[in-house]
């Protein structure tokens, strides 16, 4: 039962994968009538623009999605699309014949990060009235879009990154810092652009999905400031910030530094920002699997958050009352709930959120009846720096890592998740998917 139990949990997760594909996704939102764009889907449409009335269409954009998003775009135009720079992860990538393609580092930015976003900005500033951009983002633009402000050497731009990683502060709060040492976010490309119209299509991988917390914003107003960046640094005690990265935040809170557009900036008068894909699509398509499966389903929600090893917690204790009582669902049952969690780093392991969150889980249903599965998995394909995208456990899970002589404890409690799983057979490998929707978390009992 296990077995087949796992197979149909594997499914589900690619379902929920399928439904939130990047190219399907523009073309859902975007089509071309003659001359005319047609923004949003069949049943909803948005707004509609007259090509005529543009010299040129250009392309910028950055996230793990963005190459079969060009690609959309590409098919969509044809000779209409004059040129773009895009921004990915290295191998989120696709053939691209018109938009020029840059790939660059994730979670950390690095050269070719900054090489890319050098190249997106002129072209940004180099658009006119008559000019009309559509920008592509997805996750993972932060990191693929960097452009570091003032002296801040990219060395202490991706030091202050990987702290905030590391201690634990969710994505906003992240992104909060990034915007206000980047030339390239939190607005700032909007800026760039204008005068020129901007169609700003989104990809979501936050939670809420935050129009100014995806990628950062870069054509969105923002919402933080200097001030609030500085007091994210003081709750986490991080005291050994970069020099020049505390220098620069410190001028911005004295009043120093230009703040980053907020709402009312004329620089978003003709900037269109539009969500083409997002978790709670990929978790109701994941629903519709389970039901064709033969599985009860609950969505629990999209918008789960919080220190890894809790959430992990609750969902086997969820799964032990459905085992026990049938609530909040008789079996067969299947739980569903997307988000994303942070893990607080304390160990020197290897893993990400999903395997920290599969390996905890597993310790809670150890000797519980063999009835339970629970995957946890990233919809880009890449949890932390690995090749897994999560796991996929259950009750034996322990058991056989005990048999191969390990201690489920040592390996959580030094951030270990993956060479764990590795060795127990649970991990969950799907190779690169092209898409970033922060996370799909599966309980599955029999």
Do not use: W
């Amino acid at each position: 039962m296990l077995d087949q139990m796992r197979t149909h949990a594997e499914k589900i997760f690619r379902s929920s994968v399928a439904a939130v594909d990047p190219y399907e996704a523009v073309k859902r939102f975007v089509r071309l009538e003659r001359n005319i764009l047609h923004l949003g889907r069949e049943e909803q449409e948005l707004q509609q623009i007259d090509l005529s009335g543009f010299d040129r269409v250009l392309v910028v954009g950055g996230g793990k999605a963005t190459a079969p998003m060009g690609k959309a775009i590409e098919d969509i135009l044809g000779p209409r699309l004059h040129g773009g720079v895009i921004n990915v992860k290295y191998g989120f990538t696709t053939s691209l014949s018109r938009i020029q393609i840059i790939e660059a580092g994730h979670p950390l930015p690095d050269e070719n990060s900054v090489l890319g976003t050098k190249k997106i900005l002129e072209l940004l500033d180099g658009a006119g009235e008559k000019d009309l951009i559509f920008s592509l983002i997805s996750g993972g633009g932060s990191a693929l879009l960097a452009r570091p402000a003032g002296e801040i050497p990219l060395e202490e731009s991706q030091a202050i990154t990987r702290m905030l990683l590391e201690c634990g502060a969710s994505i906003d709060e992240i992104n909060a810092v990034r915007k206000h040492i980047s030339l390239s976010k939190g607005g700032q490309m909007a800026r760039a652009a204008f005068p020129a119209t901007t169609i700003n299509l989104m990809l979501s991988d936050v939670v809420g999905d935050k129009m100014d917390v995806i990628a950062s914003g870069p054509f969105v107003p923002d919402s933080s400031t200097f001030e609030m960046a500085g007091e994210i640094l003081h709750k986490y005690s991080l005291l050994d910030v970069p020099p020049t990265v505390g220098a620069y935040l410190a001028a911005g809170t004295r009043g120093e530094l230009s703040e980053t557009p907020k709402e009312g900036d004329p620089a978003f008068d003709r900037v269109f920002n539009v969500i083409v894909g997002s978790n709670i699509l990929a978790l109701e398509a994941a629903e519709r699997t389970a039901r064709a499966l033969g599985y009860g389903t609950l969505l629990l929600s999209s918008m789960m958050e919080g220190e890894t090893r809790e959430v992990a917690r609750v969902h086997a204790a969820i799964a032990k009352e459905v085992l026990k009582t049938g609530h909040p669902l008789s079996p067969p049952a299947c739980i569903i709930s997307g988000g994303e969690t942070t893990v607080s780093i304390r160990g020197n392991g290897l893993g990400g959120r999903n395997q920290e969150f599969c390996l905890a889980a597993a310790m809670d249903l150890d000797g519980v009846a063999p009835r339970v599965v629970i995957l946890s998995g990233g919809t880009d394909g890449n949890d932390g720096p690995t090749d897994a995208a999560g796991g996929i456990v259950d009750p034996l899970t322990v058991r056989r890592g005990r048999e191969a002589g390990m201690r489920s404890k040592d390996f959580l409690d030094n951030n270990d998740a993956y060479h764990f799983l590795q060795k127990t057979g649970d991990l969950l490998v799907t190779g690169p998917t092209n898409t970033n929707v922060m996370d799909v978390r599966l309980i599955l009992v029999r």
